[in-house]
């Protein structure tokens, strides 16, 4: 075992060695560590064996030293030769070099020029090429674009420098300081575009109104045009239209936010782009559009966009409001009315140009918007408003305004449909101030009228009636002149009235793109209310005034029928108007004639009256003794009185239709009859004389002589008579004394005394029982007046029960 440990030592320490020669020193170390890591005596055996390596070592290099020493000694042999050589080469380089440094010592100097200039050259080249790439980025063009207020433009410039030219010099202080202003630059530019925005709309809400009254005048101007057009059309002519409603395109607007606004104005452009800016200038004129083109693009560059649309479109909601706000006088002047459409229609223009002007600013649903809220707003001001009005011509002029106002708007598209709809209602609202208006007219005709035929003088007077009014008499055109017109003068104005009035109705139906036959519509119901209403309702009113008398009454009859007569000249006069046929299925009929008629019943009822209320103040004149012994002999004169006035007033009546006379004068008679019969049997008279009964028959004589005279031609027999028969019956009875007759008789139809009614009977006799007691109180021993006397009181007793008979 001990050998064997030996030789593998002996054979570890021979590794060792062999690394050791073959590794570097620095890496001996953890190999001598490995010996005394080993056994304890092994580094003494590893020593020994070093030094035997050493010493062998030596003896190869002593070998080895001994074969080469020879070549040694004969190499230092011959360097020794070599030094004298050398020292001399030397000495010859020495000499060349002072002359080469003394030859060279001026080029030296120029090459160091040379070099300074060439380093100076690079330099300046690195300088421009770093400034080349600095100058973009430089603050100065970006000042002078702030400067100028071409905000839009230094956008632009900020965002090329952000994206492009700054990123190459960011190494220089100066970008990174630019770099650091430019969102502070964005913030001032966007307040103020914010600010020029709202002076923007500061000036379009105080020119709204001129830019609308320039394009309603523009819109009239182009219907006037359009008018000409077609006619030329007809005749084959062609004519280039007015003006077009095409905006600026986008394109125009961004190169003009590029430019400076001198330079847009010295822009010269053909001639259909000088037609095109021809009608931009209607807004233009008066409302820059420049600011708010540069916020919506400023605001559309900083990402913004959508924060203006709202923020404009709120600002013009607001403004549309305000806009659409009347004044609270709007109704009493039509410059009130032009100024609130001028203000609205100004509004929408501008809201039309900057949809068409910009992409997406506004939009058409938001335009429709605001339409459909401001149109109901509109319709319901003018609803309102228009009731107001009492001037048919300020009405008029509204109607005028609205069909502007509608053909404006709609030229931009906006649908007017339920504003021509609302003429409908203005149409009723203008013909009841039409009707007011003439109803004052008709009223100061017939009280200025003085209720005459007309007098006609010459030729010319007669040619000048019958052109106002459709008169024709076969009889008064052969008479002579002077002669006279059956009506009054109030005929043909009346009638002449009745055409202005279709004429002012008929200008409210212009322009409102109605067919001939809702127009004839329209003219027939607006005259039948005419005729109906109004002037039926001033007829009757003045026929019923006090102060019109009998006379005025026959001529206001007469009046009637010759304008019921005229009637279908009217039907004539709308029927070349509207060149609508008459026999037309939907054509509406003038109700004239029953208008007429009314109003002649009416005059006819108010002569039947009056004739009555005359016929009572003549009898409130009588003055009779009813205690009278005997009579005069001769009538009343109240009565006479009345009679001539009766034949007066019925001779009048010759021009009266023959079934009105004869009605009257029946009334009349009747009403007589009647007003005699009570009187008689009035219970505040308590006694009547047998001489009174006799002056009262004298006066119904009278009265019969005067129906039988026949004062109205006509009556059949003693048909006029009649009206006194109760009061003839009555006074026989009482005048024979007949009580017998009229006891046995009564209840036949055969009786005659068949008109006297028992309680009549009754009434009168017992005013003449307590007259015969009275003036009888000393003949009562008489014999004759005791028969008497008894005898009406049998007739009284048989009275009053053919009388309690009647009523059970």
Wanted: with cysteine; hydrophobic share 35%; glycine share 4%.
């Amino acid at each position: 075992m001990a050998e064997n440990d030996t030789l593998e030592c002996v054979t570890e320490h021979e590794r060792i060695l062999q690394e050791i020669e073959s590794t570097d020193t620095a890496c001996v170390g953890p190999t001598l560590r490995s010996i005394y890591d080993d056994q304890p005596n092994a580094h003494k055996r590893f020593m020994e064996k070093l030094d035997a390596r050493i010493r062998n070592h030596d003896r190869e290099i002593e070998k080895m030293c001994n074969f080469h020493h020879q070549g040694f000694v004969d190499a230092i042999t011959e360097l020794l030769k070599v030094r004298a050589d050398s020292e001399k080469l030397m000495g010859q380089v020495t000499d060349t070099n002072r002359r080469l440094q003394h030859a060279g010592r001026e080029v030296t100097s120029q090459t160091d020029e040379v070099i300074h200039c060439r380093l100076q050259q690079r330099n300046m080249v690195t300088t421009v090429e770093k400034l080349q790439l600095c100058l973009p980025a430089h603050q100065s063009i970006l000042t002078k674009q702030y400067c100028f207020c071409r905000h839009y433009a230094a956008l632009k410039t900020m965002e090329q420098l952000e994206k492009v030219y700054i990123p190459r010099v960011s190494q220089y202080r100066f970008c990174q300081i630019m770099a650091e202003n430019l969102p502070r630059l964005r913030e001032e530019i966007k307040e103020i575009s914010m600010s020029d925005l709202k002076d923007f709309l500061e000036s379009i809400r105080k020119h709204s109104d001129k830019v609308g009254e320039m394009a309603m005048r523009q819109a009239q101007k182009h219907r006037t045009f359009n008018s000409a057009l077609t006619k030329q059309a007809c005749l084959g002519h062609y004519t280039k239209p007015v003006y077009s409603v095409i905006g600026p395109t986008h394109a125009h607007i961004h190169n003009a936010l590029m430019r400076d606004d001198d330079d847009v104005d010295d822009e010269d452009e053909d001639g259909t782009e000088e037609e095109a800016d021809e009608e931009i200038l209607m807004a233009h004129d008066l409302v820059d559009f420049s600011p708010v083109y540069r916020c919506l693009h400023i605001y559309t560059v900083l990402g913004n966009r959508e924060t203006f649309e709202n923020y404009y479109r709120k600002q013009r909601k607001k403004q549309a409001r305000l806009v659409l706000q009347p004044q609270g006088n709007m109704h009493e002047t039509v410059e009130g009315y032009t100024r609130y459409f001028n203000q609205i229609v100004g509004f929408f223009v501008v809201e039309d140009h900057i949809l068409h002007a910009t992409r997406g600013l506004v939009t058409r649903p938001f335009t429709d918007e605001l339409w459909n809220m401001a149109l109901s707003k509109i319709i319901a001001v003018l609803r309102t408003h228009s009731s107001y009005c009492d001037d048919p011509d300020l009405v008029l002029d509204l109607k005028n305004l609205i069909v502007i106002f509608a053909d404006t708007l709609q030229g931009y598209g906006f649908p007017v449909n339920r504003l021509f709809d609302l003429l409908f209602e203005v149409r009723d609202q203008y013909n009841e101030t039409l009707l007011k208006k003439w109803s004052l007219v008709f009223r100061e005709i017939f009280e200025l009228d003085n209720y005459s035929p007309i007098p006609v003088e010459t030729e010319e007077e007669y040619k000048l009636v019958i052109s106002r009014f459709p008169f024709h008499d076969a009889e008064i055109e052969k008479q002579d002149f002077p002669k006279k017109l059956p009506m009054s003068q109030s005929v043909p104005q009346i009638y002449t009235q009745v055409k202005e009035f279709i004429y002012a109705s008929l200008k409210f139906s212009e322009s409102l793109h109605r067919s001939s036959t809702e127009i004839d519509d329209m003219l027939r119901k607006s005259t039948n209310l005419l005729l109906t209403r109004t002037l039926n309702s001033c007829l009757q009113n003045h026929i019923k005034k006090p102060h019109i008398g009998l006379t005025e009454l026959v001529q206001i009859i007469i009046n009637t029928t010759h304008l019921e007569q005229a009637c279908r000249y009217l039907e004539d006069f709308i029927t070349n108007i509207t060149n609508v046929s008459p026999e037309t299925v939907h054509t509406t009929r003038l109700y004239g004639l029953s208008t007429f008629k009314d109003a002649r019943h009416a005059a006819e009822g108010e002569i039947y009256t009056k004739l009555n209320q005359k016929i009572d103040e003549f009898i409130q004149l009588a003055d009779y003794d009813w205690n009278m012994a005997e009579s005069d002999g001769r009538a009343s004169g109240y009565l006479m009185d009345l009679i001539n006035f009766l034949r007066s007033t019925f001779q009048v009546f010759t021009h009266l239709p023959g079934k009105v006379a004869q009605t009257a004068c029946m009334s009349a008679c009747k009403h007589l009859s009647t007003s005699l019969m009570q009187m008689l049997l009035d219970t505040e008279l308590k006694q009547i004389s047998m001489g009174a009964i006799q002056q009262f028959n004298l006066d119904v004589i009278q009265c019969e002589l005067f129906a039988s005279s026949e004062p109205v031609p006509g009556f059949q027999g003693d048909t006029l008579q009649m009206a006194f028969i109760d009061l003839r019956q009555l006074l026989d009875l009482f005048l024979v004394w007949d009580w017998s007759t009229y006891l046995a008789d009564y209840g036949q139809p055969t009786s005659k005394y068949l008109r006297v009614s028992p309680a009549t009977a009754l009434a009168l006799l017992e005013k003449m029982k307590d007259t015969s007691k009275k003036n009888n109180i000393f003949s009562q021993f008489r014999k004759n007046e005791r028969d008497k006397q008894k005898l009406i009181e049998t007739v009284v007793k048989q009275l009053r029960s053919l009388v309690n008979l009647m009523s059970s």
